[in-house]
């Protein structure tokens, strides 16, 4: 099993930059994807931000040229660089990995989720 740690979630004012980290541990080689999602209160869970091993990223629209996804093989981490914060992006963010392998010819899939970290954004 894959287990995830988020680091980096605060409070920043408008206009402010963040940075926060998700390290993966465990069955770390059959991961294949990780992001990270985002909730606001009373709001479902929605995509930031995603990346493959092979560095393929996707970007959700509310953060095109606003967020940066990055991660560190070597260290099984991926970042997620926020610039230009608004009041709107102040949400519990969440660590995402998929993980997956083949059975019987079939591959399977399976999400693993980390805790969360709440960011808070306001003057």
């Known amino acids: 099993q894959v287990q995830l740690v988020e680091t980096g979630g605060g409070s920043v004012q408008p206009g402010g930059s963040l940075r926060l980290s998700c390290a993966a541990s465990g069955r770390t080689f059959s991961i294949y994807r990780m992001g990270w999602y985002r909730q606001a209160p009373g709001e479902p869970r929605e995509l930031v931000a995603t990346?493959?091993?092979?560095?393929?990223?996707n970007y959700a629209d509310s953060g095109k040229g606003r967020f940066t996804i990055s991660r560190d093989n070597a260290k099984n981490t991926v970042y997620l660089q926020r610039f230009s914060l608004k009041p709107e992006d102040a949400a519990v963010y969440y660590c995402?990995?998929?993980?997956?392998?083949?059975?019987?010819?079939?591959?399977?899939?399976?999400?693993?989720w980390g805790q969360g970290t709440l960011v808070t954004v306001s003057s």
């Open positions: 990346i493959t091993t092979g560095g393929r990223t």
């Open positions: 995402n990995a998929v993980e997956s392998w083949v059975v019987a010819g079939v591959d399977q899939y399976r999400d693993i």
